[in-house]
T-cell receptor, first 114, second 114 residues
Framework: AQSVTQLDSQVPVFEEAPVELRCNYS??????LFWYVQYPNQGLQLLLK??????LVKGINGFEAEFNKSQTSFHLRKPSVHISDTAEYFC????????????FGQGTTLQVKP | DAGVIQSPRHEVTEMGQEVTLRCKPI?????LFWYRQTMMRGLELLIY????????DSGMPEDRFSAKMPNASFSTLKIQPSEPRDSAVYFC????????????FGSGTRLTVV
């Protein structure tokens, strides 16, 4: 079975500062990894994904994440945040291959302050 | 494509009443998922379908919950009888081939049981 731990429930940051949202996972098999964003009163949107290949993946809105197999982590980063990035961010994992379901972490609320 | 469409957006009902939530997935997607989101438990997968067939309903909390997918373009989640602890946001999502490309989420139905 797989599990996901998002280490911070809330991350406050000032506008234009860098941010890192942390995600660790547990799995006995190889996995695909995802980050989703949820704006208030909306559904989740895919930010980026890691399937294979380069461990640094770039997504929408200037976000990127790095897959670290040895540390079983997939941290999300942005060098300079905007007020509009205020949202909840979810890390998710599922087994690679054509089987299994997507398991979400508990979410991290990013609060960007002016 | 209009995306995943859920209805209603908001539902307020009295305890004991039957509630039906509806979902229209993206055309061509062969997987459909129902999630429930609460502050206490985060995002929980309730059930998912592949080609209209239920594959895993282990997340359905009780027999009061049932889900159907009579055809590729429509699914329902029914709660009968409803209880206050069922109050949550219910999301439907669809994907092609188990979501390697990510899931597409609807905007959710906010259910309040009083």
């Amino acid at each position: 079975a797989q599990s996901v731990t998002q280490l911070d429930s809330q991350v406050p940051v000032f506008e234009e500062a860098p941010v890192e949202l942390r995600c660790n996972y547990s799995s006995s098999v190889s996995v695909y990894l995802f980050w989703y964003v949820q704006y208030p009163n909306q559904g989740l949107q895919l930010l980026l994904k890691y399937l294979s290949g380069s461990t640094l993946v770039k997504g929408i809105n200037g976000f990127e994440a790095e897959f670290n197999k040895s540390q079983t982590s997939f941290h999300l980063r942005k060098p300079s945040v905007h007020i509009s990035d205020t949202a909840e961010y979810f890390c998710a994992v599922r087994p690679s291959g054509n089987t299994g379901k997507l398991i979400f972490g508990q979410g991290t609320t990013l609060q960007v302050k002016p | 494509d209009a995306g995943v469409i859920q209805s209603p957006r908001h539902e307020v009902t009295e305890m004991g009443q039957e509630v039906t939530l509806r979902c229209k997935p993206i055309s061509g997607h062969d997987y459909l998922f129902w999630y429930r989101q609460t502050m206490m438990r985060g995002l929980e997968l309730l059930i998912y379908f592949n080609n209209n067939v239920p594959i895993d309903d282990s997340g359905m909390p009780e027999d009061r919950f049932s889900a159907k997918m009579p055809n590729a373009s429509f699914s329902t989640l029914k709660i009968q009888p409803s209880e206050p602890r069922d109050s949550a946001v219910y999301f439907c999502a669809s994907s092609f081939s188990l979501g390697v490309g990510g899931y597409t989420f609807g905007s959710g139905t906010r259910l309040t049981v009083v």
